[in-house]
Nanobody, 123 residues
Framework: QVQLVESGGGLVQPGGSLSVSCAAS????????MGWFRQAPGKGRMFVAV????????YYADSVKGRFTISRNNAANTVTLRMNSLKPEDTAVYFC????????????????WGQGTQVTVSS
């Protein structure tokens, strides 16, 4: 079965950087789009970034564009979110997600989720 295990969260000061990674198993990783979503306290789960099966297409939420970078390693079955210039409003639980398809165009297609990793941006 699909397994997605996030790692790398933690506490970081405003303006700092952090990477979160997701180790995937139980499916042919290189055939599916992957993504990162986040959920802040008291709010719903929100789209952050997605990447298609080959890594050639990436899409970002406006709130993170220019600061976050999503990447994938199909040989290692991992997807990573590099977060720079972090702000307190980036504080959330970050979830790795797998799409039903190879493109990353339909957010509703992301139906498999990891357990999440906490990212806290605070001084």
């Amino acid at each position: 079965q699909v397994q997605l295990v996030e790692s790398g969260g933690g506490l970081v000061q405003p303006g700092g950087s952090l990477s979160v990674s997701c180790a995937a198993s139980g499916f042919t990783f290189g055939s599916y789009a992957m993504g990162w979503f986040r959920q802040a306290p008291g709010k719903g789960r929100m789209f952050v970034a997605v990447i298609n099966w080959s890594g050639t297409n990436r899409y970002y939420a406006d709130s993170v564009k220019g600061r976050f970078t999503i990447s994938r390693n199909n040989a290692a079955n991992t997807v990573t979110l590099r977060m720079n210039s972090l702000k307190p409003e980036d504080t959330a639980v970050y979830f790795c997600a797998k799409s039903l398809g190879s493109d990353a165009l339909v957010l509703a297609d992301f139906t498999s989720w990891g357990q999440g990793t906490q990212v806290t941006v605070s001084s």
